[in-house]
């Protein structure tokens, strides 16, 4: 069911997936909670901002949940499906450190290099500073997650729709997260053989 109309108060429980319509018609008056995954494919065209898993109150004054913006900067990216995983990290390993509890997977027609807004809010942040917050990408040839390219704009936004935005060349799935960490030196580093192990 992808047609919706007027709710007071929604929440997608865990394991559970909305999808929302190419033309959104979902109009939440109270709270929109997203604890599995909201759903959306729209087409996503050359140099053209196009909005997804964008939720409005009735009056469409406020919004309730904001999820990706994606601008392809060099041809048309066709039929796009992006997908949020609302309270949860991103499941893969190597996840980076301080991670907004949200994960995020775009999947277009076809890949071309974007210019991407990732939406989050302020309780899926937590103690985290926005200003420290940047873009990542699950690379499976590493099993890792890359930086992504920052773009000029800083982190920002309130609410419902603080966000990061960047550079993206390859597609799904993202975080968002602090950057890089920082380098230690080592001190020492020292081994004790004993009967049964080893102590480090």
């Not at 103690?127 to 499976?140: D, E, P």
Request: hydrophobic share 35%; aromatic share 8%; with cysteine.
């Amino acid at each position: 069911e992808t047609s919706y109309g007027k709710v007071n108060n929604l929440t997608v429980n865990a394991g559970a997936t909305l999808e929302l319509a190419s033309v959104n018609n979902l109009e939440v008056e109270g709270t929109l909670t997203n604890n599995g995954w909201l759903k959306q494919t729209k087409f996503a065209a050359n140099a053209s901002l196009t909005e997804f898993l964008r939720v409005k109150n009735v009056a469409g004054t406020v919004d309730k949940y904001s999820g990706v913006d994606l601008t392809p900067t060099s041809s048309a990216m066709g039929d796009t499906v992006v997908i949020v995983k609302g309270n949860q990290e991103c499941p893969q390993a190597n996840a980076p450190a301080n991670t907004v509890n949200r994960c995020y997977e775009i999947t277009p027609t076809t890949v071309a290099p974007a210019t991407t807004r990732f939406y989050f809010d302020s309780a899926e942040r937590g103690s985290l500073v926005l200003a420290t917050l940047n873009g990542w990408h699950y690379n499976t040839g590493t099993s890792a997650f890359d930086l992504l390219p920052a773009t000029a704009n800083p982190p920002g936004g309130s609410g419902a729709r603080e966000y990061v935005e960047a550079t993206t060349t390859t597609y799904s799935p993202f975080a968002v997260a602090t950057g890089n960490p920082l380098a230690v030196t080592l001190a020492s580093f020292g081994a004790q053989g004993q009967s049964d192990r080893i102590v480090v």
